[in-house]
């Protein structure tokens, strides 16, 4: 059996990345969000991190599947 587990953590934390990074664009005027984290955007800040690590993870996915072993 050949299961990539970075190919589910990829899409997960790509697609929570994405949630959360537009959350944090449609919220980033708000003075609500911007007194408990001193004036940081902090939802599109994590957004974006969690969305350049699923997107590594997909990369790494996609090229360990092309990368097989060579044929015998």
Not at 23 to 28: C, D, S, Y
Not at 34 to 39: E, F, V, W
């Amino acid at each position: 059996m050949n299961f990539d587990l970075r190919l589910p953590i990829g899409i997960m934390f790509s697609l929570f990345g994405a949630i959360i990074a537009v959350f944090g664009l449609a919220t980033g005027g708000s003075d609500i969000y911007a007194t408990h984290s001193l004036g940081m955007n902090i939802n599109l800040i994590w957004g974006a991190v969690l969305l350049v690590f699923g997107v590594f993870m997909l990369f790494l996915a996609l090229r360990g599947k092309n990368s097989g072993p060579p044929p015998k």
